[in-house]
């Protein structure tokens, strides 16, 4: 528990929890500017980064191989989020979009992994 305190991501991540707790429950989305909108989107991101990269910390401990391009991974499924998440905030998200939008992104991800290989050989 002592080495988990010493973590500065671990303090990163509490500080981002009570930034979210205090925003969205002080905020009333329907009476406020544009700027703060985004503003909570922006912070909402955040948290799906920082979710996700604990998430496959967890995976990692328990033998998934994601040592190597864990932060690669974290960016692209929160980015494939931050997509859905606004398309539906926007009411424009229907279940053929996601169809459409998750198996383009693994061929991308894919695409885009083959090609950093070969470029570091």
């Not at 002592?2 to 969205?24: E, N, P, S, Y």
Request: proline share 2%; with cysteine; net charge positive.
């Amino acid at each position: 528990m002592m080495k988990l305190l010493r973590h500065t991501r671990f303090w990163q991540g509490l500080g981002l929890l009570v930034a979210d707790g205090i925003f969205f429950t002080l905020t009333n989305s329907s009476r406020v500017v544009s700027s703060l909108l985004m503003l909570g989107f922006l912070l909402l991101v955040i948290s799906l980064y920082y979710l996700y990269s604990w998430l496959l910390a967890a995976a990692q401990l328990y033998g998934l191989p994601f040592s190597s391009h864990r932060r690669r991974l974290t960016l692209f499924v929160t980015g494939v989020s931050a997509c859905l998440l606004a398309l539906q905030s926007i009411g424009e998200l229907s279940a053929r979009d996601g169809l459409v939008l998750l198996p383009l992104a693994v061929v991308l991800y894919i695409y885009l992994g083959y090609g950093r290989a070969k470029f570091d050989q």
